[in-house]
T-cell receptor, first 110, second 113 residues
C-alpha cells in the first residue's frame, strides 16, 4: 500500500466554484501534514500546514481526520491562478523524509 | 535573498554514464534534502544531509550517492545511469532536520537516453 494516496483528478471547475479533494495516509503514526502546490514543470511550494483542529488560509481550508487517516483541502471561490497540482505530504515523528502523494490536478476554467 | 539554486537546469546523458547535480541552499540553512520526481508521480526522498552528515537515505540503489560541503552546498551523484533515472531532481533546504521550513529549488531535469 502506498504511504500517501490521492485522487489524481483532474478536477475541472469554473471560476468561482468550490472544489475539494482528499488524500489518505497509511501510517497511523504520521505526525505532520502539509499541502504543497506544484505548477507544471516547476518545484513544489508549501501551500499550508494542516493542523489537528483544521485551519484556513484565505480561500483554502485544510482538515485532518486522524481516525480515518485522511486529509482534505477545500478551495473556495476558485481563481484561474489556482490551476495546479496539489501534493499531499505527511511526515513521521523523527523521520527525515517528507512522503508525497502523486498529486491531484485542478484546472480552473474561465 | 537568493533561494535554493540548482545546477544544471537540464541535462541529457547516455545510459551507463555518470552525473553530478549541484545544490546551494538558502543562506543560513544547514540541511539539504534530495528528491526524485518521475513524471506523473510525487517526489521521492533520496537523501538528507545536515551539518555535512547523512541523516537519512531513501530506498534508492547504491548508484546514488551524495555529500554536503562545509558551506552546506551539496552534490548528488548517480553512477551507471539507467533510462529509469530520467526525472526531475529536486533539492530542498531547511534550517533543521524536521519537516518544517522546506524550500525547494527549481530542480534539474535529467534525461537518460
Amino acid at each position: 500500500r502506498k504511504e500517501v494516496e490521492q485522487d489524481p483528478g483532474p478536477f475541472n471547475v469554473p471560476e468561482g466554484a468550490t472544489v475539494a479533494f482528499n488524500c489518505t495516509y497509511s501510517n497511523s503514526a504520521s505526525q505532520s501534514f502539509f499541502w504543497y502546490r506544484q505548477d507544471c514543470r516547476k518545484e513544489p511550494k508549501l501551500l499550508m500546514s494542516v493542523y489537528s483542529s483544521g485551519n484556513e488560509d484565505g480561500r483554502f481550508t485544510a482538515q485532518l481526520n486522524r481516525a480515518s487517516q485522511y486529509i482534505s483541502l477545500l478551495i473556495r471561490d476558485s481563481k484561474l491562478s489556482d490551476s495546479a497540482t496539489y501534493l499531499c505530504v505527511v511526515n513521521l515523528p523523527n523521520d527525515y523524509k517528507l512522503s508525497f502523494g502523486a498529486g491531484t490536478t485542478v484546472t480552473v476554467r474561465a | 535573498d537568493a533561494g535554493v539554486t540548482q545546477s544544471p537546469t537540464h541535462l541529457i546523458k547516455t545510459r551507463g554514464q555518470h552525473v553530478t547535480l549541484r545544490c546551494s541552499p538558502i543562506s543560513g540553512h544547514k540541511s539539504v534534502s534530495w528528491y526524485q520526481q518521475v513524471l506523473g508521480q510525487g517526489p521521492q526522498f533520496i537523501f538528507q544531509y545536515y551539518e555535512k552528515e547523512e541523516r537519512g537515505r531513501g530506498n534508492f540503489p547504491d548508484r546514488f550517492s551524495a555529500r554536503q560541503f562545509p558551506n552546506y552546498s551539496s552534490e548528488l551523484n548517480v553512477n551507471a545511469l539507467l533510462l529509469g533515472d530520467s526525472a526531475l531532481y529536486l533539492c530542498a533546504s531547511s534550517f533543521g532536520t524536521g519537516p518544517y521550513g522546506y524550500t525547494f529549488g527549481s530542480g534539474t531535469r535529467l534525461t537518460v537516453v
